[in-house]
């Protein structure tokens, strides 16, 4: 393998880690699966945090959120602890860093302006010359949030990609085309078919810039992050990528029933509580981030739309490793594929994310190719995103900043001499989410799943090989006594290197 490789890391947002062709569901994504089929993927890799901006601060710092600080969303990533993640590292080797997409190391919806250039009330700050440094990068080009709930901003706001998309003075028309929902409609909430051609749309955006920025730098070590914004709601996928997938043909979850009463009292109050946060913002969380029961009918809509979302971020995958063939750089270029983390997507009767730790919105997809790297590899072993720091660093021998918690997964994809006993999560919720605070802490190992309220001494314990769908709650069960207490111990293991005091929200997220 070259000494010193480029690396090329891709990210979905809100991606379980069953929704591709090679975990056996009726999904389009040809070029995520030849990529599995080329390389190597973890079967049992989980996320730190369940939501977005905890998770990809670990992802960036290798530190788990009550480390790193950002404990929960609206959480900003403070710039040193940023700057001195994987990217920094790598310009210290000698590499050039690039950033293309979604970043959410800041908050986008924030109580004020916070000066940072995600933030929606200080974006304009930062003129259309600005391209980096930030968090380690040196080189960027930001979509602002991107779930378009909300249409692009309007410059002098937003960021590279808004300042494209109006440049021509036709962003509005595609904002009426983008909110415009094709027949037939889907009677599904936040589901629609969207006209906005798929040209303009932010997916299509970040597989172009990911290619220019490739090109730009094939002549060097490079280090880019892709990040795309979807699959994350609303369920919007642009005409026809919206209509690939015939709801009548997806998969629904065997056990789609809320079922609060077998359930710890925390899976009831985060859904039925009332956000403490200021009424413009509690409306958001109240009505986009949250989405009760469902009908089939329904569920089907927005998994079908879901998995259109899904299937043109795989094209832009495709288009992205297709250039760097042509471009010479597939022999020399460690390419990774993950998320953030997932989605429900009615497993349980539930929708979207939040607090109840079920696979389909812990585990995400963990998929490696590159030189070296071997084909047609699984691996089982319980790994976590966290863990992508110390794999980067590892291939371009850099050296980290000081310690964390992120191990590097090269041993385990080039031999089989090493291995894993769990993964771990921890969120620490704030009363802005669901109305009560939570201090939950999980851990996964190949056969159980642990989770604990450490406020209340709650709980709940998951034997994910003979119940594979979490129904039967045995954290009380005296036949699981032993195995509950050596997951106990597993989530008592956590350093003690928690930053005190805690960072306090400057927004929703």
């Known amino acids: ?90 310009v210290k080797a000698g590499y050039r860093t690039g950033y293309i997409g979604k970043a959410h190391f800041a908050t986008s919806h924030t109580f004020e302006s ?27 080009e930001l979509v602002v ?38 027949p037939p409609e889907t009677g599904a909430p936040q589901t629609w ?28 070590p490079f280090c880019c992050w892709a990040s795309f914004p979807d699959p994350h709601h609303p369920f919007d996928a642009p005409d026809p990528w919206s209509r690939m997938h015939d709801p009548a043909e997806v998969e629904l979850p065997p056990h789609r029933t809320l079922d609060l009463d077998r359930r710890p009292w925390w899976h009831r109050a985060s859904l ?22 469902l009908t089939d009918d329904q569920l089907r809509q927005i998994t079908a739309n879901y998995y259109g979302m899904i ?34 997507l009615g497993d349980h009767g539930l929708i979207l ?45 850099a050296q980290a900043s000081g310690p964390d918690h992120s191990r590097s997964l090269r041993k385990l994809i080039e031999t089989d001499e090493d291995s894993r006993d769990f993964a771990y999560n921890e969120w620490d919720l704030n009363a802005s989410r669901c109305g009560v605070a939570l201090f939950l ?14 406020e209340s001494g709650a709980g709940e314990l998951y034997d994910l090989v003979n119940d594979p769908h979490e129904v039967d709650n045995l954290f009380d069960d005296p036949g699981s006594a032993a195995i509950r207490k050596e997951l106990e111990g597993m989530i008592a293991s956590r350093p003690d290197d928690a930053m005190e005091p805690k960072l306090q929200p400057v927004g929703m997220a």
């Open 1 to 90: 393998m070259p000494d010193r490789p480029n690396i090329l890391f891709i990210t979905s947002d809100q991606h379980r880690g069953d929704c591709f062709g090679f975990e056996g569901r009726r999904i389009q994504t040809p070029h995520l699966d030849e990529m599995a089929r080329t390389g190597t993927r973890f079967s049992a890799c989980i996320t730190p945090n369940n939501v977005c901006q905890p998770s990809r601060a670990s992802i960036l710092t290798g530190l788990l959120p009550n480390t790193h600080g950002v404990h929960d969303n609206g959480i900003d990533l403070l710039p040193e602890l940023g700057e001195a993640g994987f990217a920094g590292q790598l």
């Open 114 to 140: 916070t000066g940072t250039p995600e933030c929606r009330h200080s974006t304009h700050l930062y003129g259309p010359d600005w391209f980096g440094p930030y968090m380690g990068f040196e080189y960027l």
């Open 145 to 182: 949030e991107g779930h378009n709930q909300w249409p692009p901003m309007k410059p002098p706001a937003g960021q590279h990609y808004e300042r494209w998309y109006y440049a021509d003075g036709q962003g509005d028309e595609r904002n009426r085309l983008y909110q415009l929902a094709l």
């Open 193 to 220: 078919h969207s006209a906005l051609p798929t040209a303009w749309h932010n997916s299509t955006w970040i597989g172009d810039r990911t290619i220019e920025y490739l090109r730009n730098h094939k002549d060097e």
């Open 272 to 293: 039925e509580g009332v956000p403490d946060i200021d009424p413009h913002l509690r409306k958001i969380r109240e009505e986009y981030s949250r989405i009760l029961e």
């Open 311 to 344: 299937s043109l971020i795989d094209h832009n995958v495709g288009r992205i490793l297709i250039a760097l063939e042509d471009l010479g750089l597939a022999e020399n270029t460690i390419v990774i594929f993950t998320a953030d983390h997932g989605d429900w």
């Open 353 to 397: 994310k939040g607090p109840m730790m079920y696979d389909g919105l812990l585990r995400v997809g963990m998929i490696v190719r590159g030189p070296g790297v071997p084909a047609g590899k699984v691996v089982d072993d319980p790994v976590s995103t966290i863990d992508v720091k110390a794999t980067i660093e590892d291939y371009a021998q």
């Open 441 to 454: 802490r999980t851990v996964r190992t190949k056969t159980h799943k642990l989770t604990l309220e450490l």
